[in-house]
């Protein structure tokens, strides 16, 4: 069998042009393949897209032999049947092929002919298209382009322009509005500021200028710089040829530094919640600090696992000084707080205080860590915050231990009987004692405890010796109160200011890590207890400082590359340092008030230099 292929074209002056050949093969390809035996040159011709075969009977079986279909007498299939004797229509792409049986020799002829593309369309549904009715598709474009320059240019950039000037006043944010200004709009904003949707001016205070950091500290003025900001830009890492030339450009065009807020704090990313900085980003500039900043006071850190200094608390180290100090704790460095108070003896759950606190009904048990060391109550911070003007995150976890509250239970200061009930010597003051030693010297005192003396280690000298209850001559002379061996030589270290005895003041910081946070609530009893971290049963002095070092916080938390496990939690840097607030986690609602930047003017020509 063979195909009889004749090609029909329409010359320039109208003239049909016709030309026939031969295959002898009993299938045909017909594709924008140049081995095709038809060759159509469309791009909506698969390379391969149609085959024909003669099958037997003489029936011509059509296939698709692509992805694409083609046009079988009207109809969009994959496959399809043509009788040559009743002739059909194959549409590929703008070609129609008409097969029928050729002359008397038995040949299928096939003959080929382009149409307009305009009409090249198969579907029917096309026949009751509009596009005969409407303007061209250039008149079309001019006139959308005329409109979108009406609507979405000159209608805002107008009534911007006739509209009284709008002041930024974050207390007032539904001010007159821009007409159609919404089309500007690069996307919805976070949940942060999702309330100055309607009210773009906010920020974008200057048209075509990029956002301005005074814009941004109109409602955020209590954030402070990172560190001052010479000194932040100084520390900054070197920027790379293709970043500086790109900052330069923006900066011609009205846009911050590479310090500048929107550098970190973009907008238009739809209602999301800002999310804390990753480790990579403070690496960039901690990683090498020291090479860039003549004197830093801190170590290089890059990764919480693997690169990070050891802990520098703050705490006093002399009992008179001044001014806390940070001290690293690779020094084995001791706290003068002032007191006297062995932790061993205290939670040794075999000995003497645990006999005594079980014998308490305050207690009934031995004592634990929270019987002394509790957590701030809400009202006690709020009027310690009032009181002082300081900050929350300045104060800890916990409240400060309280004499009356957490000692005198077992430590008492009865001096004598009222009535009913008894008095007791008022602590907190040496001039307070003074006037009440002094007032027991009227009239007669009766003993408050019996004189007998306890047997064995209770007894004087004996480990578990604590003279609860002393008899009323111990409580005479301010002199005998005041040395070691007094009430207060107990627990405070005597001394003598201008020749007369007085004790040691109490040096106890609410915090001790004051660059850092960290979180007890998180560290629960669910996840570790108190002594797995302090370590309390071993110390027997009170200068021994009881903060756990970069070690023992290793045994849990590695760098934020690590992989997650029941016992090692993955843990970036902003888990327990912020940006603005280098004193608290990255908690965008609770920004103290840090120190502002150190003048614009330095920090551009250090810029300057890092783009050279």
């Not at 009987?417 to 040496?430: E, I, K, M, N, Q």
């Not at 970069?550 to 912020?578: F, N, Q, W, Y």
């Amino acid at each position: 069998m063979a195909f009889l292929i004749r090609t029909i074209a329409t010359a320039k002056s109208g003239r049909k042009i016709s030309r026939d050949r031969t295959v002898e093969n009993d299938q045909l390809i017909v594709g924008r393949a140049p081995e095709s035996d038809i060759h159509l040159p469309d791009l909506a011709v698969d390379l391969r897209h149609v085959g024909i075969t003669i099958a037997s009977g003489g029936l011509v079986n059509v296939e698709a032999l692509g992805t694409l279909d083609f046009g079988l007498d009207g109809k969009m299939v994959d496959s399809g049947v043509i009788d040559p004797a009743a002739g059909g229509e194959i549409a590929v792409g703008a070609a129609r092929l008409a097969v029928s049986s050729g002359d008397d020799d038995g040949k299928v002829q096939i003959v080929i002919k382009q149409v307009d593309k305009g009409a090249a369309a198969v579907d029917p549904v096309q026949g009751f298209a509009l596009a005969s009715a409407l303007p061209s598709k250039r008149g079309m474009a001019w006139v959308f382009a005329a409109l979108i320059l009406v609507l979405l240019l000159s209608v805002p950039v107008i009534t911007h322009l006739l509209r009284s000037p709008v002041e930024n006043d974050p207390e007032n944010l539904a001010q007159g509005q821009v007409v159609l200004d919404s089309a500007w709009s690069a996307g919805e904003l976070s949940m942060a500021h999702h309330e100055l949707e309607e009210n773009c001016e906010a920020c974008h205070v200057t048209p075509f200028v990029s956002v301005q950091d005074e814009t941004c500290l109109t409602c955020h003025e209590e954030l402070g710089d990172h560190a001052e900001m010479p000194r932040l830009a100084e520390g900054m890492a070197p920027l790379s040829r293709g970043d500086a030339i790109q900052w330069s450009i923006g900066e011609t065009l009205g846009k911050e530094g590479p310090l500048g807020c929107v550098s970190c704090h973009s907008e238009h990313e739809g209602p999301v919640v800002l999310e804390a900085a990753s480790e990579q980003f403070c690496a960039d500039c901690h990683d090498a600090l020291d090479t860039r900043l003549s004197n830093p006071n801190f170590g290089n850190a890059s990764d919480f696992g693997e690169k990070h200094p050891q802990f520098r608390p703050q705490f006093y180290t002399a009992h008179f000084a001044d001014e806390p100090a940070r001290v690293s704790l690779d020094d084995n460095p001791q706290e003068m707080s002032g007191l006297i108070f062995p932790h061993d003896i205290h939670v040794d759950e075999q000995g003497g205080v645990a006999r005594m606190a079980i014998s308490l009904g305050q207690y009934g048990a031995p004592l634990e860590c929270s019987d002394c060391h509790s957590e701030w109550k809400s009202e006690d911070l709020i009027i310690q915050v009032a009181e002082t003007g300081g900050r929350p995150s300045q104060y800890g976890d916990f409240a400060p231990v309280n004499m009356e509250a957490s000692c005198e239970a077992c430590h008492s200061l009865v001096s004598g009987r009222a009535g009913d009930g008894f008095t007791s010597l008022r602590h907190g003051d040496v001039d307070d004692l003074m006037e009440d030693l002094a007032s027991l010297d009227r009239g007669p005192r009766r003993p408050v405890v019996s004189p007998r003396g306890r047997p064995g280690q209770f007894a004087p000298g004996g480990r578990y010796n604590a003279n609860f209850g002393r008899p009323m001559s111990a409580y005479i002379a301010i002199n005998r109160a005041l040395e070691p061996t007094g009430v207060c030589g107990e627990c405070h270290i005597p001394t003598s200011t201008d020749g007369r005895r007085d004790l040691t003041p109490v040096n106890l910081p609410h915090r001790f890590l004051m660059q850092g946070y960290f979180d007890h609530a998180a560290h629960g009893d669910d996840v570790a207890v108190c002594t797995d971290c302090h370590t309390a049963e071993t110390s027997g002095e009170a200068t021994d400082l009881l903060i756990p070092d970069l070690a023992s916080c290793r045994d849990c938390h590695l760098g934020e590359s690590a992989v997650k496990t029941e016992e090692i939690t993955p843990s970036s840097c902003a888990m327990c340092h912020g940006y603005h607030t280098p004193t608290t986690p990255w908690r965008p609602e609770d920004h103290p008030n840090l120190p502002g930047n150190g003048g614009n003017d330095s920090v551009a020509a250090i810029l300057s230099s890092l783009r050279r």
